[in-house]
Every structure is written in C-alpha cells, then in structure tokens.
C-alpha cells in the first residue's frame, strides 16, 4: 500500500507560479512511476507530466515548457513547479504512482485556481 498527500495549491493570477508536492508513505521502494494529473469542473481527468524511477520525464502539450516534474527519492516526494499559468489550468491536480507491481495509488488531490 502507498499513500499519497498533494499539498501547494491555491490561487494565483495568470501568469503566476505554483509549486505542488506530493508526499508518499508505506510501500515507497515498490514505487516506479510517479504522475500529475488534472481535472477540471465538467472534464475528464488527463494527464499532465510522468517521471520515472530512472528520472525519465514526459510532459503533455499543453503544459511543455512552462511545467516542471521532479522526484526526490531521499524525501519519497514529487514535484510540479508550474509557471506561466494560463486560466485553463485551473483544475484539481491529483498525484499518482504506479508500482513495480502495477498498482496505481492516487492522492486526495489539490485546486490550483487561476485568475484572469
């Protein structure tokens, strides 16, 4: 078992900054895979950025080049540093890992609201 706490949200004018985090505890040496997703009022969930246990990153469209995923394994937490924030990326951010197992755990999630 692997739980997940989000924690950094809140509410920032566009073109602002942002910085969550996401701390997992328990089963954290079968954790591979660790990803933001988001989910916006009315919309499905997507995905937004995935960094492996080796360090690869992968960034949806959208959020290239202004968003930022990262993993301290020392501290078993990820990162999302988000700039330039636009209005369209206000949503609730949900964190998720995946094991070696293949078990995916998500976290309670956190509102990221941006005002035009």
């Known amino acids: 078992q692997v739980r997940l706490v989000e924690s950094g949200g809140g509410l920032v004018q566009a073109g602002g900054s942002l910085r969550l985090s996401c701390a997992a505890s328990?089963?954290?040496?079968?954790?591979?895979?660790m990803a933001w997703y988001r989910q916006a009022p009315g919309k499905a969930r997507e995905w937004v950025a995935t960094?492996?246990?080796?360090?690869?990153?992968n960034y949806a469209d959208s959020v290239k080049g202004r968003f930022t995923i990262s993993r301290d394994n020392a501290k078993s937490t990820v990162y999302l540093q988000m700039n330039s924030l636009k209005p369209e990326d206000s949503a609730v951010y949900y964190c998720?890992?995946?094991?070696?197992?293949?078990?995916?755990?998500w976290g309670q999630g956190t509102q990221v609201t941006v005002s035009s």
């Open positions: 960094v492996t246990s080796s360090g690869s990153r």
């Open positions: 328990g089963s954290i040496f079968s954790i591979e895979i």
């Open positions: 998720k890992c995946r094991t070696t197992e293949y078990y995916d755990y």
